[in-house]
Nanobody, 123 residues
Framework: VQLVESGGGLVQAGGSLRLSCTASGTTYSINSLGWYRQAPGKQRELVAAISLDGRIRYLESVKGRFTLSGDINKNAVSLQMNNLKPEDTAIYYC??????????????????WGPGTQVTVSS
């Protein structure tokens, strides 16, 4: 699977950004598709993911601010990020997982990553 990301950038606190991801290749193997982020000095964490049956999981700190939309069967997801906070600053990575990250809350280790896109929120 190959993942192509778009979006990201610099925004002031309270602003909005939209990230998009498109998958290609052996997409039939994908069980969940979503976004992770990694801030400097921190571990990569699941931000939001969608499963084949349409269930969505969000990181607690983004609930009510971020909205994941898309369809694995259409090989595309988007993450609308509103009311951004400085603590949302990180590199955001699109991820496809052969297992269901919506259930596990973590990357299984079997899947693919996009190259990452920087999101910077200034205070």
């Amino acid at each position: 699977v190959q993942l192509v990301e778009s979006g990201g950038g610099l925004v002031q606190a309270g602003g909005s950004l939209r990230l998009s991801c498109t998958a290609s290749g052996t997409t039939y193997s994908i069980n969940s598709l979503g976004w992770y982020r990694q801030a400097p000095g921190k571990q990569r964490e699941l931000v939001a993911a969608i499963s084949l049956d349409g269930r969505i999981r969000y990181l607690e700190s983004v609930k009510g601010r971020f909205t994941l939309s898309g369809d694995i069967n259409k090989n595309a997801v988007s993450l609308q990020m509103n009311n951004l906070k400085p603590e949302d600053t990180a590199i955001y990575y699109c991820n496809s997982d052969l297992f269901n990250a919506v259930v596990t809350g973590n990357y299984s280790g079997f899947g693919a990553w996009g190259p990452g896109t920087q999101v910077t929120v200034s205070s």
